[in-house]
């Protein structure tokens, strides 16, 4: 079997154009589902991605073209090449074409072969899963789950001679929980580099906690309420905050972070001044690829910014806008620094203490919002999310969940969020409900938030 370091190596002694990328990506993944307290299927796959990015001279500049295939052979990689090339004379000269990153250290595992996931990662959930099943059956629960763990090991070389590698692992587990006819439903998820560190006997009692909880119903309108946002509510709303501060179109006067005048609010006081929200490739326990890797160019991200390093930074610090995501182009249009975005976030409120329970009971009044769903943009100039509640929203009166309440659509802005938050717990690793399979590194803290705008009941489950 050819290795991904030959796939580079192969494709790059086949460039003949001004320069060349070639990024291979080595994704292994096993998963189990079950459904009613009995395991459905199970799996294993490996594939392996190749995309070459040729970088053309033509009149005018120089050129991109990028051509992705998956599970090629060697012999194919000339071909692959080729096609690059004759893409990236239509496309044109690029705006954004800058040398490629030069006297870059080799990565000192270079050589290595792809981390692979197998079932036997999964073994540490087998007997947790199997007491799931047995007690659920006792006591007249159902549940629904799925548990993966995948590695996307990334193998980056440029003509300019890049040879970096980063192996990505993550793991992630969703239970829901249903009782009393289906008339009660309950979810919680995690998210953790490796299955090991996740605690399904955790994740149960959370579960049955929601659904003991819903055994007293209390009607609640639809308006402006006080809520208490999970961490994983929370990451949502962030995640989304996150991509949607690309400075390109801020300084187009798209985004919430669009100055009336002109420009970006950059330097503006735009959250709470505990807020402090942030990324770092080396942030222990979200630990993410430490250099960029992009096969398409756009406001936020750039073929020529291949094999750059990912720094630290913070985005919103002490309330004030500090960055906005940028390539190296987009930095020189609008005057910021070069920050290229991280895959983890993570949020802090200065003096924020306690896991949900503890800022649960810190309140006299509000709404417990277990996790939400199908969160779309309303507006880009305010940030204006609509999305559903779902799998329990709860009464808490006098620092205790009194009972569940219906779901809700709900109408808010996380920017507006962040300007409203009355309590905050310590931030802990979450799977966000709605962005988990796209983006799991997220280290959130509750928030209790006033008038969060619950806008119309929702019949959502």
Not at 61 to 66: D, P
Not at 152 to 164: A, F, P
Request: with cysteine.
């Amino acid at each position: 079997m050819s290795t991904p370091q030959e796939f580079v190596e192969r494709a790059l002694s086949a460039s003949s154009s001004r320069a060349c990328v070639v990024l291979v990506r080595s994704q292994s993944l096993a998963n189990v589902r079950w459904a009613r307290n009995t395991l459905t299927t199970n799996g294993e796959t490996l594939a392996t991605a190749v995309s070459v990015v040729a970088l053309v001279d033509v009149p005018g500049g120089v050129a991109a073209g990028s051509v992705t295939v998956n599970n090629p052979g060697l012999d194919g990689l000339a071909d692959l090449v080729r096609r690059a090339e004759r893409v990236a004379v239509e496309e044109g000269p690029a705006d954004d074409a800058a040398d490629l990153a030069a006297d870059v250290a080799a990565s000192p595992d270079w050589s290595q072969g792809p981390t692979i996931a197998t079932s036997a990662d999964l073994a540490v959930l087998a007997p947790q899963i199997g007491a799931l099943f047995a007690s659920g059956r006792a006591d007249g629960i159902e549940h629904f789950g799925y548990a993966e763990q995948s590695v996307t090991t990334y193998y980056l070389g440029t003509s300019s001679g890049v040879r970096l590698r980063f192996a990505d692992p993550e793991g992630r587990l969703e239970v829901t929980a249903k009782s009393h006819g289906r008339s009660r439903s309950t979810w919680a998820g995690r998210a953790a580099r490796t299955l090991a560190g996740i605690d399904l006997e955790d994740v149960d009692r959370e579960v049955r906690q929601g659904l003991g909880w819903q055994a007293n119903r209390i009607d609640v309108a639809a308006g402006r309420h006080t809520a208490v946002l999970t961490p994983s509510a929370v990451a949502d709303l962030m995640i989304d905050l996150y991509w949607n501060s690309v400075a390109r179109d801020a300084a187009d006067g798209q985004s919430v972070w669009s100055s009336p005048g002109g420009g970006t609010r950059r330097g503006a006081t735009v959250a709470d001044p505990r807020v402090h929200l942030y990324s770092d490739p080396a942030m222990t326990g979200l630990e993410a690829i430490p250099f960029v890797v992009a096969t398409g160019s756009s406001g936020s991200s750039s073929v020529f910014d291949n094999g750059l390093p990912v720094a630290a930074v913070s985005w919103i610090r002490a309330g004030v806008l500090e960055d906005l995501i940028t390539t190296r182009h987009t930095a020189a249009e609008t005057g910021l620094p070069f920050r290229p975005g991280a895959d983890n976030l993570r949020l802090d409120v200065e003096g924020g203490t306690g896991a949900l329970e503890d800022v649960v009971a810190r309140t006299q009044d509000g709404l417990l919002v277990t996790c939400l769903w199908y969160n779309r943009v309303v507006d880009p100039q305010t940030l204006l999310l609509t999305g559903l509640t779902r799998d329990g929203v709860y009464a808490v009166r006098g620092g205790e969940v009194v009972g569940a309440v219906t779901n809700f659509r709900f109408n808010d802005s996380p920017v507006s969020v962040l300007g409203r938050i009355e309590d905050a717990g310590a931030p802990a690793a979450t799977l966000a409900r709605e962005m988990g399979d796209y983006f799991n590194r997220a280290a959130m803290p509750p928030l209790v938030v006033r008038e969060f705008n619950f806008s119309t009941v929702s019949q959502a489950s």
